[in-house]
């Protein structure tokens, strides 16, 4: 293990585990946050604080899925590495339940392929597809099957994923980095609170729109 890449690593789980319970983003010990490195995966332990967790309280689990130290892993593990093994691109995973998020589920989704709809560019651009995952229980292993379903169908259609939503637990969210990963997570939460402040019926962008920001930045819908 590379000491060195290894701390730096929770500290930034850290970092951005106060940023996130501090502006609202997570609550109690709702959440949790990974980083994959080399030798393994460094997460948040089970039923931990994101706005007071320690470097030294973060579990980290070898390659083959076995602790090797820090308090016990969130039980949310076993979903994060299959995530990391259907997307090799993903290198960090952030879990909240963001409140509109939430919210959006319960009241009702725009799509079960789209949770929200593509009203601003930055939503198509840094987001992109968020398909809802049905209803089951925190932790429960069925959940992994449909994300990594879901992971695999869109990468066929040229629309990587970099995020889904669990219905009424919140949005599991990935990326290259944890500041990526972040980003994305802040973006959705926004879209979601913007789309309830409108009311619901705002229209979406339309497909020449989408197809200008594919052509200028590269999205993907």
């Known amino acids: 293990m590379n000491r060195t890449i290894h701390a730096k690593a929770a500290e930034e789980i850290c970092r951005i585990g106060r940023s996130l319970f501090d502006r609202g983003y997570v609550h109690a010990t709702a959440g949790n946050i990974s980083v994959r490195l080399d030798e393994g995966i460094l997460i948040t332990s089970t039923d931990a604080c994101l706005g007071h967790i320690q470097p030294s309280e973060l579990a980290w689990v070898d390659a083959a899925g076995v602790q090797q130290g820090g308090l016990p892993a969130s039980k949310s593990l076993r979903l994060h590495r299959r995530i990391y093994d259907a997307d090799p691109a993903a290198g960090a995973i952030i879990h909240t339940r963001?409140?509109?998020l939430v919210a959006t589920t319960l009241r009702g989704v725009w799509t079960q392929a789209d949770i929200l709809p593509p009203i601003t560019p930055y939503y198509v651009m840094k987001v992109g597809h968020v398909p809802?995952?049905?209803y089951h229980r925190p932790g429960d292993p069925v959940v992994g099957d449909h994300v990594v379903t879901l992971i695999g169908e869109h990468a066929e259609?040229?629309?990587p994923l970099r995020a889904v939503m669990l219905d009424r637990l919140g949005p599991q969210v990935w990326h290259r980095t944890l500041g990526e990963a972040a980003a994305v997570l802040?973006?959705?939460?926004?879209?979601a609170r913007v789309w309830a402040l409108?009311?619901?019926d705002?229209?979406?962008?339309?497909?020449a729109r989408l197809a200008e920001l594919h052509t200028v930045?590269?999205?993907r819908w």
């Open 132 to 134: 809802l995952v049905p």
């Open 186 to 191: 802040e973006e959705l939460e926004e879209t």
């Open 217 to 219: 930045f590269g999205a």
């Open 157 to 159: 259609r040229g629309t």
């Open 198 to 200: 409108a009311g619901r």
């Open 202 to 207: 705002v229209s979406p962008l339309p497909e």
């Open 98 to 100: 963001s409140t509109h």
